[in-house]
Antibody, heavy 127, light 106 residues
Framework: QITLKESGPTLVKPTQTLTLTCTFS??????????VGWIRQPPGKALEWLAL???????RYSPSLKSRLTVTKDTSKNHVVLRLTNTDPVDTATYYC???????????????????WGKGTTVTVSS | SYDLTQPPSVSVSPGQTASITCSGD??????ASWYQQQPGQSPVMVMY???KRPSGIPERFSGSNSGNTATLTISGTQAMDEADYYC?????????FGGGTKLTVL
C-alpha cells in the first residue's frame, strides 16, 4: 500500500524559505518509472503543479515558479524535499505530494500522472 | 504555456449522466487524467491515460479524449459524486492542470 505524508512549518514569514518534506512508504524512488510530485492549492482555488523528481533524479519544475523551487530526493530515507524561496502571502496554500507514474505508449509518447496523493499540509505565509 | 480549460460548474440530477469537459490545443494528441476532490479531502485519481479506470473506481466513471477535448463521463450519477473534478495533461515534460469543475448533484 502506497502512502505519502507531507510535513513542514504551518507558518512562515514573507521572504523566508519554505521547506517541506514528503515521507513515503510502499514504493521505492529507485524503481524505474516512479516519481514524486508536489502540487499546491490556495484556499478555494484550483490545483497548481509545482515540481517532480523521478527515480533517475530527473527533475521538472513549473515554468512560472522554476526560479524559486528546488526538489531533492533521499532514496535511502524514503523522502523528498521541496524548497520554495522568497515566499509571499500568495504562496499560502495546502501543499500535497503524490506518487507519480512515468508511462509511455507504443509510439514512445511519454506522460505522467499522480495515482496516490498525500493528505496535504497547510502553509500560511504571513508576517 | 499550455492551458486546459474546464467549465466552472456542471449540474446533474441523480441517476442521470454528467459530462465534464477539458479543452486544450490538440489535447487528443496527449493523454488526459482526471482527479476527484471531495470537500476538505485530497484529490483521488479517477481516470488516467484518457480512459483507464484505477482499481476501486466505479464503472460508472468513463473517459474519452479526441481533438481538442477530453471528457469525463459519470453515468447514473450519485450524490456521492458531488465534488470538484480536475483534468491533467502532460505537456513539454511538465504537468498541467485544468481550472477544475464543481459537479453538483441536485
Amino acid at each position: 500500500q502506497i502512502t505519502l505524508k507531507e510535513s513542514g512549518p504551518t507558518l512562515v514569514k514573507p521572504t523566508q524559505t519554505l521547506t517541506l518534506t514528503c515521507t513515503f512508504s510502499g514504493f521505492s524512488l529507485s524503481t524505474s518509472g516512479v516519481g514524486v510530485g508536489w502540487i499546491r492549492q490556495p484556499p478555494g482555488k484550483a490545483l497548481e503543479w509545482l515540481a517532480l523528481v523521478y527515480w533517475n533524479d530527473d527533475k521538472r519544475y513549473s515554468p512560472s515558479l522554476k526560479s524559486r523551487l528546488t526538489v531533492t530526493k533521499d532514496t535511502s530515507k524514503n523522502h523528498v524535499v521541496l524548497r520554495l524561496t522568497n515566499t509571499d502571502p500568495v504562496d499560502t496554500a495546502t501543499y500535497y505530494c503524490a506518487h507519480m507514474v512515468a508511462d509511455s505508449d507504443a509510439t514512445g509518447h511519454y506522460f505522467s500522472y499522480m495515482d496516490v496523493w498525500g493528505k496535504g499540509t497547510t502553509v500560511t505565509v504571513s508576517s | 504555456s499550455y492551458d486546459l480549460t474546464q467549465p466552472p460548474s456542471v449540474s446533474v440530477s441523480p441517476g442521470q449522466t454528467a459530462s465534464i469537459t477539458c479543452s486544450g490545443d490538440k489535447l487528443g494528441d496527449k493523454y488526459a487524467s482526471w482527479y476527484q476532490q471531495q470537500p476538505g479531502q485530497s484529490p483521488v485519481m479517477v481516470m488516467y491515460r484518457d480512459n483507464k479506470r484505477p482499481s476501486g473506481i466505479p464503472e460508472r466513471f468513463s473517459g474519452s479524449n479526441s481533438g481538442n477535448t477530453a471528457t469525463l463521463t459519470i453515468s447514473g450519477t450519485q450524490a456521492m459524486d458531488e465534488a470538484d473534478y480536475y483534468c491533467q495533461a502532460w505537456d513539454s515534460s511538465t504537468v498541467v492542470f485544468g481550472g477544475g469543475t464543481k459537479l453538483t448533484v441536485l
